[in-house]
């Protein structure tokens, strides 16, 4: 089975992929052949050429081995789901190179990883082939050299990917080294490709951090506290460059993401505060006030007695940025 989500994540990371895609060994069942995976037998004497990952994909479909065939693992820890696969149910082959399609709908790519979990039998890639390519471009450091992996489950986490894959149609390949030849020979895998576009929202660092009652936002979902009118929240300000000049912009429009016209600066940070909100204000007239001190976190209690909405983001001075500057996590802040 091929599945794909689209995620709005919701925790503290500076980067959230949007798209995630799940690809696993035995689409079908047991016994008959993978609807998604075809694989092309070898040997292979020499590096795969574009020629062989093409014939690859217009090869015969890989076989699905029921489960407790040949003393293979039962299942992988990721993905109970997953099958084995082999070149024949017999399970004996050569050393194969298997191919399976998968789409991305991201129109542009800021960065991609592969996180792959395994049962192999015998090895994953050999001296002259890498185990994993995308796209007929072999992934390094992609081979396998432990035993008894049919039974151990081994894999690869966050692999970069990012140039391999595009927008629409890609292939995943995976060599699988049958040593023995003629005896067992297969693999059972649940891979997680995740795929980042541009950030639309800035996000928070030591240098420069903002949230209201500990919510953060990411790279694609801004920070969004909720607080019922004349409730306390606390404002947390957080940044290490003590002794320089900072300030905070409030405004009561909503946050500009990236794609809808924030500008950015000569150093990639994003100002999702709306420069047009008549209602903007600075806190201390662009770093005209105090300096941040000397503590890493800046708390500070505040109360609001209407219903309203605020968006807000910080900026502080910062030398070691090329701009000279860096700015906070934006957040949406709405009091009903």
């Known amino acids: 089975m091929l599945r794909v989500t689209s995620v709005l994540c919701l925790l503290a990371f500076p980067l959230c992929a949007q798209e995630l895609i799940t690809l696993r060994s035995g689409n079908g069942t047991a016994g008959g052949t993978d609807a998604n995976i075809t694989v092309l037998q070898g040997p292979f004497a020499a590096p795969f ?18 489960s407790g065939s040949f003393g293979w693992g039962p299942t992988l820890s990721n993905d109970p789901a997953a099958l084995w696969i082999s070149t024949a149910q017999a399970g004996t082959g050569p050393p194969s190179l298997y191919a399976m399609p998968f789409s991305v709908t991201t129109a542009v790519i800021t960065q991609a990883t592969i996180s792959i979990n395994m049962h192999v039998d015998d090895f994953l890639g050999d001296v002259i ?22 039974v151990n489950e081994i894999g690869f986490s966050n692999l970069a990917i990012t140039g391999f894959v595009a927008a629409g149609a890609n292939y995943l390949y995976l060599y699988v080294n049958n040593t023995g030849v003629t005896g067992a020979g297969g693999i059972q895998f649940s891979a997680t490709i995740a795929v980042y576009p541009p950030p639309e929202y800035q996000t928070n660092s030591f240098i420069a951090g903002l949230n209201v009652n500990g919510v953060f936002g990411t790279s694609h979902v801004p920070a969004a506290p909720t607080l019922l009118t004349g409730a306390t929240g606390t404002l947390s300000l957080v940044s290490t460059v003590a002794g320089q000049p900072w300030d905070l912009g409030a405004g009561s429009a909503p946050l500009v993401p990236a794609s809808a016209g924030a500008v950015t600066t000569s150093d990639g940070q994003i100002v999702n505060l709306d420069l047009s909100d008549p209602t903007l204000s600075l806190w201390f007239n662009f770093l005209q006030g105090p300096t941040f001190p000397p503590v890493l976190i800046m708390s500070i209690p505040f109360s609001i007695p209407v219903a309203t909405s605020i968006s807000a983001q910080m900026i502080i001075v910062n030398p070691s940025m090329s701009s000279g500057i860096a700015l906070s996590g934006a957040t949406r802040l709405t009091i009903q």
């Open 49 to 66: 050429t574009v020629a062989e990952y093409a014939t690859a994909v217009a090869s015969m479909p890989a076989e699905i081995i029921p």
């Open 129 to 150: 082939n890498w185990g994993i390519a995308v796209n007929a471009v072999p992934v390094p450091n992609t081979t396998t050299t432990a035993g008894a992996t049919w």
